[in-house]
């Protein structure tokens, strides 16, 4: 209807570097805080929004509220004490960090890791991957009001929980998959416990697609708003399900497959228009793709063997000097280290590429704008950031 | 939009009718799994105190504190971790590193106070409700941090090495000793049990970083005869290493060696340093043994004009006279003897006490003296027939192989004793047997059993691969000597215990396991006296004695003022206490020296 | 990947090459080439995805190394240029002209090292850190173990003791070494 | 506890140079649609600045047990996830744990929250919006620390960037150790939390009143640019 | 017809029963929700807690004066709205203070509270309150249309606008209730209930993930309280019309608790499982969907 569209004529025209010369004493605009303290923001960061009306003419990221200095404080720590530390980067996918560490200490330590602990590591990536998705689907069906979703979502991921617990011995920080391996292998009947969580997570699966998905006023809320475009892809550095929703069908573990993948039998989800909808769809997807790969794993996995390369002496230990990097397609996107040693017993510099760092900062800030406030919350989840892995 | 996504979400609220999932009582209902890494446990009574856990702790939240009742001694620091829960991230690092696997975790997680200081604790120690716990997280099996095998030796085949006196280990190359160093936790547990607190994990860490001069200086800080400790040291550190828990013990003596090795002879000296100014005090020293010139090299150092007065031809006492070529080259031990001579000592040797140098005379002559005499005679073990002129001394055996005397190799011989010297002598004499005769013909019969052996087991292991036959528990009863006065062999019984309920030493046998052990010649290889006949009978009177050994003071001070005793003669065979008895000494004589220039 | 280097190797003169996979190479660029290289490698050989823009502090031998990683997504394959500037005049020619999304990565270089891009998108502003008057803590003289103790409260009351030491003065205290 | 230390006792902190006030903070004149001008003094207007207050407990003491019984049965927490101990609420709060059960709810708002769970690390810039958070919650406020890293510094002991002793800035009622606590001790610690407010021991506002200078000095000295009031309840 | 001073002290009998019944039946609503996420939800008694935990919080602020109205004007809308209408059909002791023309009073009280509440949270400066102020009057308006359509229909239909004459005409079995004499009315009403309880689709109003809970944001203490108490008497208030024009009122306290639980449970049923509307999507759903119908009530009778 005509009648609510906003004559944009009366914004002001964007500078060069895309931001816009916004007078604020002439009490057209208001400018609104969301966050930190905001339940509608992911994570502790926050977006600074000038608003006219209800719409929102610019909106600026501001994140730092997480920075703990990661890089800096592995700068200090032996390659084994980096070990522990690095899981805290991104808290409800903390295994990637796990892994992605793990493997770029291996390659330039020249480490060979046990047949069986690939398997573990890849089941562990999965695992926490079905996590990461529960609580975005909780996170985007609640920021439109929606709490119920929310409730059962992270209900399936506590019993996922579980299956972290009795196998790695953490709910939340695994601490499991170390350079040169795994720590443990699967305790007894994990596959038979597994198959039962997996079950459960497919129930509430179909239980969300029926009151979520197929949902009149959550399809009204979703469809056709917050659109990336495939010209946006590239220039901002748009990777997973956000990228894969408008049709790009990229994933790191088709593309450049590591761990154990290769043996593995998927196809990466794919969508035609991203927008909030389809990459929430995406999500769910490919949270079957993974459900699928565990029962996959834990059938073809190898049932014993060592699962622990023989480390030097942790306490001494030197990597000779070298630098690589070491990526993997996490929840939200390409999940990379970026590992340089010099050495000496200490990298030199580690830096983490989360996706998040482009999602949340450039991509957000541009699709932000002409949003309606109503929208922000649900947009910003929607993209599936987690701040810690843009400050770290 | 379809009617379906109006009606669809209604289907929500069929959980309506459904039991809900939560958890009734989670607090009682919810225990951690039998992984969890919960809060620590640690089994003090396992635990070394070794610091292993401090120093891979990230979060520094690892303090090492003194425990009541927990004590102090070898192998033990007597410290015990204490956690500040403040720091801990529950990686289980510490689990994972810990030396004894002591440290290990509960499955208990709720710790709750208003008082933020009462997060620390020293588990094990100050009890806590988890202490009990049976399921919670503990280092799989095969996970370790450290590895827990030794680099292997290379050392000669027993084939090659058996004709010949040649050194039987190789060394470790530069990469293998690397490798070995790595080893290495540096927790320093060895240091103290190392009777000359040779710093241990310093010059570890020098093969580590590859700087083997600044090595060398810190071995010789404490060790003068760090190539003949690199040799036959009786390790001592590496029985209380900490990585010997669970796995090998780090090849402290081996590192020690290849420091040594590594270093051109040549800048041994330049690398240790010259002696401080003269102070002009006279020392003399009886006995160039390990003691002996240890103290002379101390007291070179100091500025004391050092003479040491040594009765054989070489110097070296029991390092040369008593430990085969094999095991200790020649040259090696002559380089130390190098690196002493250098820093001023004046070693005369071929001058035994009593005729031209007398006690007396030293007492005169110099300001203080200092007796390191060894245990150069052999104990006989008064059985039937050990007075047949073909029952020998091992001690003596050794010195005449020592000095190239020819000596009369019979095809057979039995050794009695199971200690190192037996070991020695009769790998000596199987290598002579094998250069004369052809083939090896030995004996040794041990009273002890093998779970009990003296001597090093890789002795026993060598000696086995040389076909040296060893036969354990068995007590010598008499030796055998045909009509003709000829040694056909040994009867031994088998022995039942060594030691009476009082633990004192009163061997009781089972007579009906008789053997006869056949050998044209015995040797006595049961342990050693020392020859205190050269400090004349005035001075024997004058000394105060304790079991046929000088009494000493903890600093090797006699009850005379200005004589020190030092070395085997006090403290019983091993080179190097004898070496830390030389610091011992040489600091005393120093300080009464220096105490005399005050007054 | 060689094939990719050699091509780069005639067109630009390029410094060390490290081939580090199959699909990694590590390439050496002087900081007034890196803009035509990499919009070579984007324009030309389907470069087009920046994966990160990071710096390393060599400050042994004055310098920042600049590594811009850019991976090929029909391919699979990354290059990562690194390029090296002075550690005193830390400057570069910003690329968020060419991928809006290096302004938010020149800024983190700006904050955390003190690199500078002229006329990159709020490249003056605070990002993570805020009100931060010391030196920019990713370089290496930062030390971020004695500022936290310097600005910080440590809860007291903790000691340690060292495993020899202690049982040195326990049962040898006073003797030598 | 520690005896609290007179402002500036304790100040290691370096010699930093004035930051100049935001432009955004600055004063300036606004014209409103109507064309109306008014000044706009973003410091003085968009904070109610008012000295805190102590307000001791004032009625009989069966009455304030019936209240302490009443704030204890009704603990509303503030939802502001400062650090990845946030991870754990959302378990809490939902059918797992169901922490309502126990009249444990969360508000959006910090005026209608009693219970602030400091969840885990606080970056300085996060303590600046914590402290401001904090006191805009009404008397009586809880705080609860959450994880190591609220005790000692936890694994970022050694952080540039993380306060490492939450005593020191805010008035804190309980800590629950843990890297992470899990949701079960939390509860344990809510549980723990209600006794000392029944005890009547749940003091923290005004022990934050009686002591505002300490505190204040403390949080200036980690938080550099302090362009806000000193309170603003 | 002369006043009589005793229905005061039934009247507040009646608050004193509504409140209570609000209480207890707000808990057990969320109760009910929370069992389709799948757990137990607050213990049923839980709102007096945290009603009494609100009023004795020791510390209170104000922004000014019309920040402490609000909540005032707010409880007074909603008990207003309950004072003025009957609660029970035919008891002299709960009809309270109804009249011949209550429906148009009652209509004027359901809008005041949120007029109230817009002006005292305006008051408190917060731009979300500003925000969700701006929302909610749009929003009620719109929502109130359809309403006062539905209620224009059965007053048409039932010839008065007095309460107790359109309940008097509804009895003698449930077939005599609007809802089948005049169901598009009903429809219209129970599409506007919806709107006007501040559940989902329709909350955009608080919407806590994007506005932290709008108008009442900065309100604390007893002010929260005092609003606390109004959001259980208003609904229920509020109910009562509905039920009395609707659904043939209540003859008695049972019937009266059933067919309230029933009428509230409807919002509920629709809350928990849908999201929620962005305030011009609603608008313009109350413009397609209801007012249509209303209209087409007022047509067909």
């Known amino acids: ?285 490919d949270v079957h793709v993974s459900i699928d790969l565990i029962r996959q794993i834990l059938q073809k996995m190898p049932k014993d063997g060592p699962v622990m390369t023989r480390l030097p002496n942790v306490l001494n230990w030197k990597i000779p000097e070298g630098e690589t990097y070491i990526r993997g397609e996490c929840s939200r996107g390409e999940y990379g280290y970026y590992l340089v040693t010099d050495g000496s017993g200490y990298p030199r510099r580690v830096n983490v590429r989360g996706p998040s760092y482009t999602h949340a900062m450039a991509l957000l800030e541009k699709l932000i704008v002409n949003a309606n406030i109503s929208d922000v919350a649900g947009l910003m989840v929607s993209l599936h950031t987690y701040p810690p892995e843009i400050e770290r | 939009m379809t009617v379906q996504d109006v009606l669809s979400p209604f289907t929500a609220w069929k959980n309506l009718f459904r039991d809900p999932v939560t958890v009734r009582d989670p607090l009682t209902e919810r225990p951690g799994a039998a992984r969890y890494r919960g809060f620590h446990k640690n089994d003090v009574a396992e635990c070394i105190g070794c610091g292993t856990c401090e120093a891979i702790c990230q979060n520094a939240a690892i303090d090492m504190v003194p425990v009541d009742g927990i004590e102090t001694k070898e192998g033990d620091s007597g410290l015990r971790p204490q956690i500040d829960y403040g720091r801990c991230c529950w990686c289980a690092l510490c689990v994972d590193v810990c030396m004894t696997g002591s440290l290990t975790m509960s499955n208990e997680y709720t710790w709750i106070d208003s008082d933020p200081d009462a997060f620390r604790f020293v588990p094990g120690v100050d009890h806590k409700s988890w202490d009990d716990a049976e399921l919670g997280y503990h280092r799989p099996d095969g996970h370790r941090l450290t590895p827990p095998e030794r680099i292997v030796m290379r050392e000669m085949d027993p084939e090659r090495r058996i004709g010949n006196f040649e050194e039987i280990v190789d060394g470790y190359s530069v990469e293998e000793a690397r490798a070995e160093a790595e080893r290495c936790v540096a927790c320093g547990l060895c240091v103290a049990t190392c009777p000359a607190h040779m710093s241990i994990p310093d010059y570890i860490a020098t093969i580590r970083e590859g700087d083997y001069e600044a090595g060398l200086k810190l071995l010789y800080e404490t060790n003068p005869f760090s190539q003949v400790c690199g040799r036959v040291c009786t390790h001592k550190c590496e029985t209380v290493c900490a990585v010997h828990h669970e796995g090998d013990p780090i090849a402290i003596r081996w590192l020690k060696r290849h420091i040594t090795d590594q270093v051109d002879r040549d800048r041994y000296v330049d690398i240790i340093g010259r002696p401080a100014g003269e102070t002009g005090h006279k020392v003399a020293v009886v006995g160039a043994g390990p003691a002996g010139l240890t103290a002379a090299f101390d007291l070179a150092r100091m500025g004391h004009a050092v003479t040491v007065f040594e009765a054989r031809k070489h110097a070296g006492g029991m390092t040369r006279y008593g430990i085969p070529e094999y095991r200790l080259p020649y040259d090696a031990l002559d380089a130390d003897v190098d690196v002493i001579r250098a820093m001023g000592v004046d070693i005369k040797c071929d001058t035994p006490i009593g005729d031209k140098v007398t006690m007396t005379g030293l007492e005169k002559d110099f300001d203080t003296v200092l007796v390191a005499i060894g245990l150069h005679l052999g104990r006989s073990t008064r059985i039937p027939g050990s007075d047949h002129p073909k029952v020998a001394k091992a001690v003596d055996l050794l010195r005449a192989i020592t000095d190239g005397e020819t000596i009369d190799v019979p095809k057979t011989a039995v050794v009695i004793g199971g200690g190192n010297v037996a070991m020695d002598i009769a790998r000596s004499l199987a290598r002579l047997q094998k250069q004369i005769h052809g083939e090896v013909g030995m004996t040794v019969t041990a009273l002890e059993d093998f779970s009990h052996f003296l001597a090093d087991p890789e002795e026993v292991k060598e000696s086995f691969e040389e076909g040296i036959e060893i036969f354990d528990a068995r007590g010598p009863r008499e030796v055998l000597v045909d009509e003709v006065g000829n040694v056909t062999g040994l009867k031994t019984w088998k022995v039942v215990s060594i030691f009476d309920d009082k633990g004192r030493f009163a061997p009781t046998y089972d007579e009906g396991d008789e053997r006869i052990h056949v050998g044209t010649m015995v040797i006595e290889a049961i342990g050693q006296a020392a020859d205190v006949a050269l400090l004349g009978e005035a001075l024997t009177e004058k000394l105060e004695w304790n079991r046929g050994r000088i009494t000493v003071d903890a600093d090797g001070r006699t009850s005379e003022p200005w004589l020190w005793a030092a070395g085997d003669c006090v403290n019983g065979p091993d080179v190097v206490h004898a070496v830390a008895d030389g610091h011992r000494v040489a600091a005393s004589m120093d300080a009464v020296l220096k105490a005399k220039e005050l007054s | 990947m060689k094939d990719l280097t050699d091509r780069l190797g005639t067109l630009f003169s390029l410094g060390d090459i490290t081939e580090k996979r199959d699909d990694l190479a590590f390439v050496s660029v002087a900081p007034d080439l890196l803009r035509a290289v990499i919009t070579h490698l984007r324009d030309v050989e389907g470069f087009t995805h920046l994966v990160l823009l990071t710096a390393v502090d060599w400050i042994e031998g004055g310098q920042f190394q600049l590594t811009y990683l850019v991976h090929n997504r029909t391919r699979a394959r990354d290059i990562g240029l690194r390029v090296f500037i002075d550690r005193e005049e830390a400057t570069m020619a910003g690329i968020h002209d060419l991928w809006p999304t290096a302004a938010t990565y020149q800024r983190e270089l700006k904050e955390m090292f003190g690199i500078d891009f002229p006329g990159s998108p709020r490249i003056d502003e605070e990002f993570i850190l805020e009100g931060w008057t010391d030196i920019p803590p990713y370089r290496r003289d930062f030390d971020t173990k004695k500022y936290a103790e310097e600005t910080y409260f440590h809860r007291p009351g903790r000691e340690t003791f060292d495993p020899a030491t202690h049982m040195k003065d326990k049962l040898y205290p006073g003797e030598a070494s | 506890m520690e005896a609290f230390v007179k402002p500036g006792e304790k100040n290691r902190l370096k010699e930093r140079p004035e930051r100049p006030v935001k432009q955004e903070l600055q004063p300036r004149v606004v014209k409103t649609p109507d064309g109306q001008e008014i000044t706009v003094e973003p410091l003085k207007d968009y904070y109610c600045e008012a000295p805190p207050r102590v307000h001791p407990p004032a009625y009989a003491k069966i009455v304030e047990d019936l209240f302490n019984w009443a704030r204890a049965e009704s603990l509303w927490i503030l939802g502001f996830g400062t650090g990845c101990g946030a991870i754990e609420m959302r378990p809490l709060m939902t059918p797992r744990f169901d922490a309502y059960r126990y009249g444990i709810q969360w508000r959006p708002t910090p005026r209608q929250a009693n219970l602030f769970v400091i969840s885990g690390y606080l970056s300085v810039k996060t303590l600046k919006r914590a402290i401001r958070s904090y006191e805009q919650m009404q008397n009586p406020k809880y705080v609860v620390g959450l994880g190591s890293c609220t005790i000692n510094g936890g694994m970022y002991w050694d952080s540039y960037n993380t306060i490492k002793r939450l005593d020191r800035y805010l008035p804190v009622d309980l800590y629950i150790t843990g890297c992470m606590p899990r949701p079960e001790a939390l509860l344990a610690g809510f549980l723990e939390l209600k006794k000392i407010i029944k005890a009547g021991k749940g003091e923290g506002a005004n022990r934050y009143a009686e002591n505002f200078d300490w505190y204040k000095a403390n949080q200036k000295q980690v938080i550099h640019d302090w362009d806000m009031p000193d309170y603003s309840w | 017809m002369t006043f009589e001073w005793m229905k005061i002290p039934f009247a507040l009998l009646t608050l004193f029963i509504v409140v209570n019944y609000g209480l207890l039946l707000t808990a057990l609503m969320q109760k009910i929700a929370a069992r389709v996420g799948g757990r137990y939800g607050i213990p049923i008694y839980q709102n007096y807690i945290d009603l009494l935990k609100n009023y004795a919080l020791r510390s209170a602020i104000t922004h000014g004066f019309m920040f402490y109205l609000g909540p005032v004007f707010r409880l007074t809308g909603g008990v207003g709205l309950l004072l003025f209408v009957p609660t029970i059909y035919g008891s002299a002791m709960f009809s309270n203070m109804s009249f011949a023309g209550d429906l148009i009073l009652a209509l004027y009280f359901i809008f005041f509270g949120s007029l109230g509440m817009a002006l005292g949270a305006g008051e408190s400066g917060h731009p979300y309150s500003a925000i969700g102020v701006s929302r909610g009057l749009s929003q009620v308006t719109m929502a109130e249309l359809p309403l006062a359509l539905a209620v224009f229909a059965i007053a048409v239909q039932y010839q008065t606008l007095s309460i107790t004459e359109i309940v008097a005409a509804q009895q003698g079995g449930f077939l005599h209730w609007t809802l089948f004499t005049n169901p598009l009315a009903v429809i219209a009403a129970m599409l506007s209930f919806l709107g006007s309880m501040m559940r989902p689709p329709f909350d955009v109003v608080l919407a806590p993930q994007e506005i932290p809970i709008g108008p009442p944001t900065e309100y604390h203490s007893a002010y929260l309280a005092l609003m606390q108490t109004n959001r259980v008497i208003f609904p229920i208030a509020k109910i009562v019309i509905f039920m009395n024009l609707f659904f043939g009122g209540a003859s008695n306290w049972p019937v009266f608790f059933v067919k309230v639980f029933a009428i509230y449970m409807v919002s509920v049923l629709v809350g928990v499982v849908f999201p929620r509307f962005r305030v011009e999507q609603s608008i313009r759903w109350f413009m397609v969907w209801a007012v249509p119908i209303g209209i087409a009530a007022i047509l067909i009778v």
């Open chain 1, 1 to 285: 209807m005509a009648l609510f569209e906003l004559d944009r004529s009366q914004y002001p025209e964007a500078k060069a570097d895309g931001s816009l010369d916004i007078d604020l004493a002439s009490g057209k605009y208001l400018k609104l805080w969301q966050g930190p303290q905001h339940p509608g923001i992911t994570g502790n960061m926050s977006v600074e929004l000038t608003v006219c009306g209800d719409e929102v003419v610019e909106g600026r990221t501001h994140v730092g509220y997480l920075h703990r200095g990661f890089e800096k404080l592995m700068e200090r720590r032996t390659f084994i004490q980096c070990f522990p530390i690095v899981c805290r980067i991104c808290v409800p996918e903390p295994d990637f960090n796990e892994y992605c560490y793990a493997a770029a200490v291996e390659e330039l330590a020249g480490l060979e890791v046990p047949e069986r602990a690939h398997w573990i590591r890849t089941l562990i990536l999965e695992m926490g991957r079905i996590n990461s998705y529960m609580m975005y689907l909780g996170g985007q069906a609640g920021s439109f009001g929606m709490g119920v979703i929310g409730q059962w979502a992270t209900y399936v991921r506590d019993l996922m929980l579980d299956r972290f617990e009795e196998m790695t011995g953490a709910r939340i920080y695994h601490m499991f998959i170390l350079p040169g391996g795994v720590r443990d292998g699967l305790p007894e009947g994990f596959a038979v416990r597994m198959e039962e969580t997996l079950r459960e997570v497919e129930r509430a699966l179909k239980d969300i697609n029926d009151v979520m998905y197929c949902n009149a006023v959550f399809k009204k809320r979703t469809v056709g708003v917050g659109v990336i475009t495939p010209e946006m892809i590239e220039p901002y550095g748009v990777t997973g399900p956000n990228a894969r929703a408008a049709g790009v069908a990229k994933d790191v573990r088709k593309d450049q497959p590591y761990l154990v993948y290769p043996e593995l039998d998927f196809e990466p989800v794919t969508g035609s228009v991203s927008d909030i909808y389809t990459r929430a769809d995406v999500r769910r997807r």
